[in-house]
T-cell receptor
Framework: ELKVEQNPLFLSMQEGKNYTIYCNYS?????LYWYRQDPGKSLESLFVLLSNGAVKQEGRLMASLDTKARLSTLHITAAVHDLSATYFCAVDMWGTGNQFYFGTGTSLTVIP | GAVVSQHPSRVICKSGTSVKIECRSL??????MFWYRQFPKQSLMLMATSNEGSKATYEQGVEKDKFLINHASLTLSTLTVTSAHPEDSSFYICSARAGRRNEKLFFGSGTQLSVL
């Protein structure tokens, strides 16, 4: 059974601080995605990571993928209040693009 | 970016009735669409994958006779929750991809179903 676990589940941080969210998964996959969800809303695609060592950055967020360790990270730099949301990683289990399994989610609150 | 429209955004129904949720890709042809459900403060659970013109593939534990999926065209997939019960109350989200496996998934706005 595929497991996709995120750590931490809840994160409260002050504006201006840095932090990393971790996504561990239990099967071999070289495709990992990060999404953002605001309360009561659907998902917004943040990053698509398609190979070992992939690193992508957008604004204050940077995502990386280590397929050997089965680990992806989402790093937040100098957090701002607008980043408050729930972040999900998702693993493309068979690499076919047909079966996405989502992580447990990390609820981020950035405190002014 | 690509737009996926999901309708309705919220529905309240009586137990025993059926509810249809539509998912449309507005500016691209979606060969594959996915349906997820999400309970409050939990992650998304993949329910089924639908390919245009063929039967949907359901995840283990998802009742295909209860959650009917029809992907009749390249821009429309529907999920019908038949004989809904209160335990079916959930947030349902569809997503779509244009075709190539490297492309992003685009998500609909979600449907909050409440069964009384």
């Amino acid at each position: 059974e595929l497991k996709v676990e995120q750590n931490p589940l809840f994160l409260s941080m002050q504006e201006g601080k840095n932090y990393t969210i971790y996504c561990n998964y239990s099967t071999t996959s070289d495709r990992l995605y990060w999404y953002r969800q605001d309360p009561g809303k659907s998902l917004e695609s943040l990053f698509v990571l398609l190979s070992n060592g992939a690193v992508k950055q957008e604004g204050r967020l940077m995502a990386s993928l280590d397929t050997k360790a089965r680990l992806s990270t989402l790093h937040i730099t100098a957090a701002v209040h607008d980043l408050s949301a729930t972040y999900f990683c998702a693993v493309d289990m068979w690499g076919t693009g047909n079966q996405f399994y989502f992580g447990t989610g990390t609820s981020l609150t950035v405190i002014p | 970016g690509a737009v996926v429209s999901q309708h309705p955004s919220r529905v309240i129904c009586k137990s025993g009735t059926s509810v249809k949720i539509e998912c449309r890709s507005l500016d691209f042809q979606a060969t594959t669409m996915f349906w997820y459900r999400q309970f409050p403060k939990q992650s998304l659970m993949l329910m089924a994958t639908s390919n245009e013109g063929s039967k949907a593939t359901y995840e283990q534990g998802v009742e295909k006779d209860k959650f009917l999926i029809n992907h009749a065209s390249l821009t429309l997939s529907t999920l019908t929750v038949t004989s809904a019960h209160p335990e079916d109350s959930s947030f349902y989200i569809c997503s779509a991809r244009a075709g190539r496996r490297n492309e992003k998934l685009f998500f609909g706005s979600g449907t909050q179903l409440s069964v009384l």
